[in-house]
């Protein structure tokens, strides 16, 4: 079965560093998604990218956040400065042509900001 | 905003009986639910769906209940076994692609 896939599975950071996650999602699939997960509290959208470009994002998206496409396999979450508030699962999901087709989660990268 | 919620956080059921897990969210124009489980560790796993044009989805061992009149959802699992111990989450779509989801349901099974 297709799978997104996620690396690394755990990321220890220093404040202030950046970080790029990295997700390779299902590899004929068009629309891509951040989320994330502070523990045990509910998964958060963070962003949609469509076509080349943001298409939805929300709040906690703000200017640290930045989401790329670099190559025809790879899609990045940057986070430019890192606090110690963005500790949390990062997922990765990916779907066909819209959200009823086959949204799909990745295992996730746990970031840990110390 | 949207608001998608679950009734119980904790649900413990015996081995081989079935488990209900009930949510509710407050969007009316959402038209399409999923139902994903959480093991530890890992990410969100599809279970079901369902649009907003039926009530009810059957699939292996599950079974989806949408009731828009009060807006609930609700899975039932057949014959629960210990490999169904997770956290289940709800998960709406109302416009564009990005899902809320609820809190979370965590389901023991005891053996």
């Known amino acids: 079965e297709p799978e997104v896939t996620q690396t690394p599975s755990h990321q220890v950071t220093q404040m202030g560093q950046e970080v790029i996650l990295r997700c390779v999602p299902i590899?004929?699939?068009?629309?891509f998604y951040w989320y994330r997960q502070i523990l045990g509290q509910k998964v958060e959208f963070l962003v949609s990218?469509?076509?080349?470009?943001?298409?939805?994002k929300s709040e906690i998206f703000d200017d640290q956040f930045s989401v790329e496409r670099p190559d025809g396999s790879n899609f990045t979450l940057k986070i430019r400065s890192t606090k110690l508030e963005d500790s949390a699962m990062y997922f990765c999901?990916?779907?066909?042509?819209?959200?009823?087709?086959?949204?799909?989660f990745g295992s996730g990268t746990r970031l840990t900001v110390v | 905003g949207e608001s998608v919620g679950l009734h119980l956080p904790t649900l413990s059921v015996q081995e081989g009986d079935n488990s209900i897990i009930n949510c509710a969210y407050s969007?009316?124009?959402?038209?399409?639910f999923i139902w994903y489980k959480q093991e530890s560790g890992k990410g969100p796993q599809f279970i079901i769906d369902?649009?907003?044009?039926?009530d009810k989805r059957q699939g292996q061992r599950v079974t989806v209940l949408l009731n828009k009149t009060v807006k609930h959802l609700s899975l039932q699992i057949a014959a629960t076994q210990p490999g169904d111990s997770a956290v289940y989450f709800c998960?709406?779509?109302?416009?564009?692609?990005?899902?809320?989801f609820g809190t979370g349901t965590s389901l023991t099974v005891i053996p």
């Open positions: 969007n009316s124009a959402s038209d399409y």
């Open positions: 998960a709406e779509i109302a416009t564009g692609n990005q899902f809320y």
């Open positions: 999901a990916s779907s066909g042509q819209g959200a009823n087709y086959g949204y799909t």
């Open positions: 590899s004929n699939h068009l629309y």
């Open positions: 990218f469509y076509n080349n470009e943001i298409s939805e």
């Open positions: 369902i649009r907003s044009n039926m």
